[in-house]
C-alpha cells in the first residue's frame, strides 16, 4: 500500500495521501494538539497509561508531561465519479469559550483543499459521522454576517438517530449552548437552508461507500467503509480515539454516552479490522495516520504504513 506525504511549501504543511488506481484519500488535520491523557482516558490508571505507552507508535504519548497528541483529521475522497468529505474538524470563528482550543480559530482547511484543486463547490459529499463539535466545524462558514454552508453544492449526510437525539437535547436547552455551541452554529444553519440527508446507520452512501453503525459514544455515530476490488478503508471516527486504546481497548472515553456500548463496539471494530485486514482512517490518531490492527483477543496494536516523502510544489 502506497502512502505518499506530500509537503505544501506555502502553508507549511505536510499531508499524507493514500493512493489507489483510480481514487486518493488525503487526510488533512484540521488541528493538531497536545492534549492531558487523563482529560480524555481518565478510566486508565497511571500503570495501565504506561504500559500502553510502550505499545503505542512512537510519539503517541509524553508519558513525563502526561499529554497524547490528538488530531481532528479530515479525510478528502477524491474518485472519477464523487469528491467527499469524512468529518468536518473544529472549523473556523467558532464561538467555544469553554474549549479553549476550539475557540475563535483561523485554520487554513479551505486553502488547503484550494491548494489540493478542490474548491467548495467541488464537494459532492460532506459526511458527518456524527455530530460532536470537533467533527462539524467546517459544515459552514460565517458569510454575510450568517453561518451558512461551507459547501454549497454537497449533500450532507449524517445518521438519522444522531440528528434526532441533539435535535431533541437542543430543543430541551433554553441556553442554546448544545454541542458547545456547535448546534446553533454549524447543525442548525444547513437544517434550516439546504438540509442534511438524515440516513440509516447501516446505508449506503453512493457506490463503494457506505455507513455502518458504531453506537456507543454517541448515540447515532456510525463509521464510514469505503469498498472497492482494491481496497477496504475504514473510516472510524471515535470508536477508537487514540493508539493508547489498542492495547487498552475496555478503556472509553470521557466523552462517550453510553460507556458499555461504546466498549463493544470498539471490541467488534478491532477484532473485524484485524480479521480482514481493513486499512485504518482515524479521526483522532496523529501522523502516520493509515495502518492495520493486528493482533486479537482484546490485546491489539496499531502498525502504520511507511510513508514516502515528496515535495507539492
Known amino acids: 500500500m502506497k502512502i505518499v506525504a506530500h509537503h505544501i511549501p506555502e502553508l507549511d504543511i505536510t499531508l499524507h495521501q493514500l493512493q489507489g488506481t483510480d481514487l486518493r484519500i488525503i487526510c488533512i488535520p484540521d488541528m493538531e494538539a497536545n492534549w492531558p491523557v487523563k482529560a480524555l482516558l481518565g478510566s486508565l490508571s497511571d500503570d495501565e497509561l504506561l504500559e500502553a505507552a510502550q505499545q503505542a507508535p512512537a510519539g503517541s504519548m509524553d508519558v513525563e508531561k502526561g499529554t497524547i497528541r490528538l488530531n481532528f483529521n479530515i479525510y478528502l475522497i477524491e474518485t472519477p465519479d464523487y469528491v467527499a468529505l469524512i468529518d468536518a474538524g473544529v472549523g473556523n470563528q467558532k464561538n ?43 459544515n459552514t462558514v460565517f458569510l454575510d454576517d450568517i453561518w451558512q454552508a461551507a459547501f454549497p453544492n454537497a449533500a450532507y449526510i449524517v445518521p438519522e438517530g444522531e440528528l434526532t437525539y441533539w435535535s431533541q437535547i437542543h430543543a430541551e436547552n433554553a441556553e442554546k449552548t448544545t454541542l458547545h455551541g456547535a448546534f446553533e452554529d454549524s447543525i442548525k444553519p444547513i437544517i434550516e437552508t439546504i438540509g442534511f440527508q438524515a440516513v440509516p446507520a447501516n446505508y449506503q452512501i453512493c457506490d463503494g461507500l457506505t455507513f455502518e453503525p458504531a453506537f456507543g459514544h454517541s448515540p447515532g455515530m456510525a463509521v464510514v467503509r469505503l469498498k472497492s476490488a482494491e481496497l477496504n478503508i475504514l473510516f472510524t471516527a471515535d470508536v477508537i480515539h487514540h493508539p493508547l486504546q489498542l492495547s487498552q481497548p475496555l478503556a ?22 484485524a480479521k480482514e485486514r481493513v486499512i485504518m482512517a482515524p479521526y483522532h490518531f496523529p501522523l502516520p495516520v493509515f495502518g492495520q490492527v493486528e493482533g486479537g483477543e482484546g490485546i491489539y496494536s496499531y502498525v502504520p504504513f511507511d510513508v514516502e516523502i515528496t515535495t507539492k510544489d
Open 96 to 138: 467555544r469559550p469553554d474549549r479553549p482550543a476550539w475557540h475563535q480559530r483561523n485554520s487554513a482547511f479551505l486553502d488547503i483543499l484550494a491548494a489540493l484543486g478542490v474548491q467548495p463547490h467541488d464537494v459532492d459529499y460532506l459526511i458527518n459521522t456524527h455530530l460532536h463539535a470537533d467533527h462539524v466545524g467546517w
Open 252 to 273: 472509553v472515553s470521557n466523552f462517550c454516552k453510553a460507556p458499555d456500548q461504546a466498549r463493544a463496539t470498539r471490541m467488534s471494530l478491532l477484532e473485524n479490522a
